[in-house]
């Protein structure tokens, strides 16, 4: 499994661990060794990330991070059956031209798919997905969506296969007497800007000092410094400190697992976050925020029809939304049980690949004939030529004594710490003054 930022890794690793036939996707327990890649880059998980989502069954000690050639480098080397690529779009593209260039003689089985809703850059994401022999859908939705704008381009559809979400689970909500707690589930770039954001932050306060016996939770995705799958160029922790009359009592920042967060959730409250699916898989009460507008770049719009759209002032009246189940039902959340079968066809899928032989060589839709202008320049970004194969120049693991791969890794992880630094802090920054 190779994965690229927390939000992938976990759902990399979960996707692996099921499509394996985990129990808890509803399979007999067969031996299986999962093997975990970070690809190196701005968002490349933290130690602290990588054990706050350390259940999902691959052992943090072992992971290493990679480039894209030297991911290449080790499937060529390792004998895998199957390869999740949890991945950006673009890197996905790349891997799929890199391992087609491999020309292996029995190549692993591909899967790749989304971390969550997909809300945006639905064609691009998607082409640049195609050509992997598994394109999970997180939901009945999702799997019709994806198959139209496949044979809408005439791309072959047939990798499409619904699923679900990997990381759903939990024990269903039950109401705890003297227990009352709200929380805000909060997003690295939604919304994105200040204004917005500390708009939100307010409200939620506001919430906390109007119900004195509730508790408020802040649920944060990092910690300020550390990356994720989006970049958080505002931190609420920032914002907070500069709430008027400091923060109540009854209102806290809390980081850790999404479902021990849930486990004492009686209200989850949103913009768009995965996290509202995770909730009403285990029927809490959710609301998805409007006060923001209803709009695509929100995120929001995904969720018209799910009954579960209002706003604060809603809210703070004592609003508890009621999921419309029809929409439910489209959207992959399994709040009726049959969560546990998910997977059976994506495990079918990939079972039914690997008895057949030697898979067929990897056909992106995207080619240098097909996408002439645009290929070029995502395969360059992983070093990469127009045919898959690595550039001149480009790091390999093959060649390198043990005192110079070690020194090439200490500049590595100095210019790597120079860039995020550069990405996180210096870059909002410039922008926030060029706004001025």
Known sequence: MLADSD????????????????????????????????????????????AEVGEVGVDADRVREVTAVEFLHTVRDESYDVVVLALVGGAVQAMLHGLAALDLPRRPAVVTGYVGVVYEKLADGLLLRHGADVVLANSRHDSARFRAVYEGVGADASSVTEAALPFLGGEPHRAEEGRDTVVFAAQPSVPASRADRMYLLRRLVEHARLHPGREVLL???????????????????????????????????????????????????????????????????????????????????????????????????????????????????????????????????????????????????????????????????????????????????????????????????AARGAYRHGVQRIAPVIRRMGEL
């Open 7 to 50: 939000t992938r890794w976990k759902w990399g690793a979960l996707t692996a661990r099921r499509l394996a036939g985990s129990p808890e996707a509803g399979a007999a327990e067969r031996p299986v060794e999962i093997s975990g890649l970070l690809l190196r880059g701005r968002a490349t998980p933290t130690p602290r990330q990588l």
């Open 219 to 413: 649920k944060l995705r990092s910690k300020p410094g550390e990356h994720t799958t989006h970049i958080e160029e505002l931190p609420y922790q920032r914002l907070a400190e500069r709430i008027p009359g400091g923060l109540p009592p009854n209102f806290r920042l809390v980081y850790g697992h999404m479902g021990e967060v849930l486990d004492r959730t009686d209200l989850l409250v949103t913009v768009s976050s995965t996290a509202a699916l995770e909730s009403l898989h285990r029927r809490i009460p959710t609301a998805v925020l409007s006060d923001l507008g209803v709009r695509e770049a929100l995120g929001n719009h995904h969720f018209i029809g799910s009954g579960l759209i209002t706003s604060w002032d809603h809210l703070d009246g004592g609003l508890r939304p009621e999921p419309d189940t029809e929409w439910l039902a489209g959207q992959g959340v399994a709040a009726d049980g049959t969560y546990g079968a998910a997977y059976d066809t994506a495990r079918a899928r990939v079972a039914a690949l690997l008895a057949a032989g030697p898979l067929p060589r990897i056909a992106p839709y995207y080619t240098p004939a097909t996408a002439p202008g645009y290929l070029p320049g995502i395969l360059a970004r992983y070093h990469l030529g127009p045919d898959g194969r690595p550039l001149p120049g480009a790091v390999t693991p093959d060649g390198t004594g043990r005192v110079r791969g070690a020194v090439r890794e200490t500049v590595r992880n």
